[in-house]
């Protein structure tokens, strides 16, 4: 659509049958992706000032604790010898993901995160937080029929997760105020590409809402 004027994109979408509704269920999970210090601190050259995006997470773990309802954060972390062995394609062309190494500070999750010893912490290697780490298995396990996916970063991760999220057959919500990105561009295309095509980019308050409508689990 090269050449469409900006306020006429979503008109086209609309016309294209695309920006319907996810539906909400009875057992959502919290997927927190890759806020992880090498990306929401501006100290690290891959990372940005996420503090915004890292509170308004805080406010989803703590009503996803409060319901009892699964919680899942991914970062990203290689092992040296994973490093010594072989290059991946992704490690080529995005070379700064090569420095998220076990161990290091870049790669443990932001300290100010409300996490719980009952909230799973899942490394993985690719940016979709479903690829080769056995998260939808572990949510179908769970009788999980809603993601709730949050994080960093929205151009990247977060959106590759969202995409896989729905091709693995999990309605998606996707607060908007608790994910974040380098730049806004990116930001703000991913977030619209996601709402027309793959799932509902919503308010941390409309998700908070649609969580107290829940019941706790006994």
């Known amino acids: 659509m090269t050449g469409t ?4 994109v979503t008109e086209v979408y609309r016309r294209a049958g695309f920006g319907g509704s996810a539906r909400r269920g009875g057992h ?8 992880q210090r090498g990306f929401t601190q501006a100290e690290f050259a891959t990372g940005a000032d996420m503090t915004d995006a890292v509170d308004a997470a805080n406010l989803l773990l703590d009503a996803f604790h ?12 290689y092992s040296p010898a994973e490093l010594a062995a072989s290059v991946h394609p992704w490690l080529e062309k995005a070379t700064g ?29 690719a940016a979709s937080a479903f690829f080769g780490t056995g998260l939808a298995h572990m949510l179908a396990s769970r009788r999980v029929d809603t993601a709730v996916i949050v994080g960093a970063t929205t151009s990247g991760c977060l959106r590759a997760s969202v995409v896989d999220s729905v091709s693995s057959g999990f309605p998606t919500l996707v607060p908007r105020e608790a994910v974040a990105d380098r730049a806004v561009n990116p930001h703000d295309a ?6 027309e095509k793959y799932g509902d980019v919503i308010s941390v308050e409309e998700t908070l809402a649609y969580l107290d409508s829940i019941p706790p689990t006994t």
Do not use: Y
């Open 66 to 77: 409060r319901i009892q309802a699964p919680v899942v954060l991914t970062l990203i972390a």
């Open 97 to 125: 993901i090569a420095t998220l190494v076990e161990g290091e500070d870049q790669t443990a999750l932001d300290p100010r995160l409300h996490v719980e010893p009952s909230d799973i912490v899942l490394p993985k290697k």
């Open 28 to 35: 959502p999970a919290l997927i927190v992706v890759d806020l």
């Open 190 to 195: 991913a977030l619209f590409d996601i709402q």
């Open 5 to 8: 004027e900006p306020q006429a």
